[in-house]
């Protein structure tokens, strides 16, 4: 993905731009991961962190 970014992106600013976003987005999905499993976990059960799982790798 990053090499992506380097590609897609020539101007310095907007890479520096689209590198922040990214990273941004893999911090908060590592901290907010775990605490949604654990929620849905206390829930709904642990079939409900299966389904979530499935449904989010397969997409719309």
Avoid: H
């Amino acid at each position: 993905m990053l090499g992506l970014i380097f590609v897609l992106f020539a101007d310095a600013k907007r890479r520096g731009i689209a590198i922040g976003l990214w990273a941004g987005g893999i911090s908060a999905g590592a901290a907010l991961g775990p605490l949604l499993s654990g929620a849905l976990l206390e829930g709904f059960g642990w079939q409900a962190t299966i389904l979530s799982a499935g449904s989010l790798s397969v997409g719309p």
